[in-house]
């Protein structure tokens, strides 16, 4: 699907983005992979490691439309993963994380349909489901301009879906780096929010593995789930400092005892796969389509009434054990 086809990825100096050129690297031959974010030292340590002639940087902010116009003439494909995430900065800098995750997505949305773009994936968050603190409520609103940008399209070919996952086992953002940083740091203990706080786990490739099928699946309008297992952080601190012992913090503002991905609120909505969810829009587009039968031929059935999937109820648990295997594969 990607051969001799031109991808361009927003944030792609992320750690998502270099997962997503590694693999697309080594499974496909494109014609481009544009890389499309703001900083020139992180664009230049990039292009120490990913030289392949079909490698291009664009400095570029999300926040300038015209510069996203110009990156993406010619583009066929494009994942959206730029986004100001860190819950305690889009605290206290709300205009800004707006200014990005929403106003950005919009500048995306635009730049994609006047340059006839094929397909757009967005990258969300289990924070976009049932929000409580700004950065959620950000992509929450981003993955609605993503959703409904179905209509805007008239009768171009370009299409929109969305991905939500949860945290994620190689990013620099997720509580794996900050354990570690403080246990480089000879700490004596490691701080746990709640005792009874769970979280949902992915790895990075199974992260780009999942967008990369989506591409392949998606209609435009879908917000594609995995199913992925959730562990508790206690669990996780034990597995990563089994001889160091926790301390409780409390609940800091902003989070949750358990993580969202298909909210009850949607259960009218959402269509369970073998191996994922799909979260129908709430408008109906001038192209109709049955998404309980994807591009791939899967078919899903709608859940029950009322049904929640957060990572409190999950089916699928982590061991201390079975994470530090997932560790070393992601």
Not at 121 to 143: C, E, F, Q, R, V
Not at 163 to 191: H, M
Request: net charge neutral.
């Amino acid at each position: 699907m990607f051969n001799n086809k031109n991808i361009l990825i927003t944030g792609g100096t992320g750690s998502f983005g270099k997962k997503y050129t590694e693999i697309i690297l080594s499974k496909y031959k494109p014609n481009k992979i544009i890389i499309f974010s703001r900083d020139e030292l992180k664009q230049y340590e990039m292009a120490q490691s990913f030289k392949d002639e079909c490698m291009r940087y664009f400095i570029g902010d999300v926040r300038d439309v015209e510069r996203l116009n110009e990156a993406m003439d010619g583009v066929n494909f494009i994942i959206h993963a730029a986004a100001l995430k860190h819950v305690p900065v889009a605290e206290y800098n709300p205009m800004e994380c707006i200014k990005t995750n929403i106003n950005g997505a919009q500048n995306v949305i635009k730049a994609a349909i006047d340059n006839e773009v094929e397909k757009v994936i967005a990258l969300s968050t289990d924070k976009a489901a049932n929000p409580i603190n700004l950065y959620g409520a950000t992509k929450l609103a981003s993955d609605k301009l993503f959703v409904a940008a179905n209509n805007m399209v008239g009768d171009r070919k370009t299409r929109f879906s969305v991905v939500r996952y949860g945290n994620v086992t190689g990013s620099r953002g997720s509580v794996i780096p900050f354990f570690q940083k403080l246990l480089d740091e000879g700490a004596t203990e490691l701080p746990i929010t709640d005792d009874k706080m769970t979280r949902f786990l992915i790895t990075l490739e199974d992260g780009v593995n999942f967008v990369l099928k989506n591409f392949e699946r998606m209609y435009g309008g879908e917000i594609f789930i995995p199913k992925i297992p959730s562990m508790y952080m206690t669990e996780l601190a034990l597995a990563m400092a089994p001889n160091i012992p926790h301390k409780i913090i409390g609940i800091r503002p902003g989070e949750k005892l358990h993580e969202i991905m298909c909210p009850a609120d949607d259960s009218h909505l959402t269509l369970e796969f073998d191996d994922h969810f799909v979260i129908k829009p709430t408008i109906q587009f001038s192209h109709i389509c049955d998404f309980s039968i994807n591009k791939l031929g899967e078919k899903g059935t709608p859940v029950e009434q009322g049904f929640e999937y957060n990572s409190g109820n999950n089916s699928d648990w982590l061991t201390h054990e079975k994470f530090l295997k997932m560790l070393k594969k992601g």
